[in-house]
């Protein structure tokens, strides 16, 4: 009984969140306090921050600092306006203290930036800067290529879109339905994301549920289904419970700017876990419809909140060695477990 109570809490600080998380991207342009963002989900400053970092693997501040750069970055390389006025509508004080913060990020100041860069798509960039939390040891790990059967969902991946994945899982487990059933591939299924730094197009983000399938089943899939993942290297840490956002924010932000690796942006980060399977989804998936905000464990695969506090999701995220004669045998395959909520 005490661990559904606590597990029933966290639920409810998760959604809570949420509804932070999305009211600060709404309010990129406009004044952000943590008092008032606090008081709309009914915490004291002090609670809410210290539920924020816990959520997000970053502090309230972290988090609209780091977005509203992204948005500068977009504006910078999208339109001429001024870098006094971009100062200003994100949120700084002065151009000089703009441009500090921004070349933090993305190793250029503003005008250098929008010189080398305008017209481009905005790649995320990791700063690299010291974090002050604790360093995480992750598994390094070489994905060979492969080519998996496809479904896709827009939206960021975060538990604020979980709906739309749910519904890209439904229509996987369909097209394998139609191919002959599960028995034609593995039932784990990936998820699949771009853009998992970039908050600030929600509703454009591109993610994937997809499932490895052998080549005689390949070949009977529509080639617009299928999707081909890159060879390469992959940073894997272990997320317990169901807040996955999380432990990603801590391996990008927290292990990968001190660690000798640097992201791969051209390879998508990966999802999965063995405790949720394609067939879970397609006995449920009929008489089970997500809602925005509704957790996929929870409220669409019905687990219990004792054996979501068991799950464990596996996140890797595409990185290159920054030392290319390092052999990948001797890299460590250690791995710490954080305490999630």
Request: proline share 5%; hydrophobic share 40%; with cysteine.
């Amino acid at each position: 009984m005490g661990c559904n109570a606590n597990y029933q809490t966290k639920m409810r600080h998760r959604r809570r969140l949420d509804k932070a998380v999305s009211y600060v991207l709404d309010s990129l342009d406009n004044p952000i306090s943590i008092q008032d963002t606090a008081a709309m989900c009914f915490y004291s400053p002090v609670h809410f921050q210290a539920l924020f970092t816990e959520y997000l693997g970053e502090t309230f501040n972290e988090f609209v600092l780091r977005n509203r750069l992204f948005l500068a970055a977009k504006r910078l390389v999208s339109t001429y306006d001024k870098l006094n006025d971009l100062a200003f509508i994100s949120g700084f004080s002065s151009q000089a203290n703009f441009t500090r913060a921004f070349k933090q990020w993305f190793g250029l100041a503003p005008a250098k930036f929008r010189n080398a860069y305008y017209g481009q798509q905005v790649l995320p960039a990791i700063r690299t800067k010291p974090k002050r939390r604790a360093a995480l040891s992750p598994r390094i790990e070489v994905v060979p290529e492969k080519w998996l059967l496809s479904s896709s969902a827009q939206g960021y991946m975060s538990s604020r879109y979980e709906h739309t994945l749910w519904d890209a899982t439904l229509n996987l487990c369909e097209k394998l339905q139609a191919l002959g059933g599960f028995n034609l591939a593995a039932t784990v299924p990936t998820y699949i994301a771009r853009d998992v730094m970039n908050l600030t197009e929600l509703e454009l983000g591109l993610k994937m549920a997809a499932i490895e399938v052998d080549d005689q089943v390949a070949k009977r899939c529509c080639p617009q289904d299928m999707y081909q993942l890159p060879a390469g290297l992959y940073a894997t840490f272990t997320h317990h419970g169901i807040l996955p956002e999380q432990t990603l924010n801590i391996g990008l932000f927290d292990w990968l700017p001190t660690s000798r690796y640097y992201a791969d942006w051209t390879r998508p980060v990966l999802m999965s876990s063995e405790q949720v399977t394609l067939p879970q989804f397609y006995t449920g998936g009929t008489s089970r419809n997500l809602k925005r905000g509704d957790c996929l464990l929870v409220d669409g695969l019905g687990l219990s909140l004792h054996q979501v506090a068991q799950t464990q999701i596996q996140i890797s995220i595409p990185v290159v060695s920054c030392q290319p004669q390092i052999c990948l045998s001797q890299e460590s395959c250690s791995m710490t477990k954080l305490s999630q909520i």
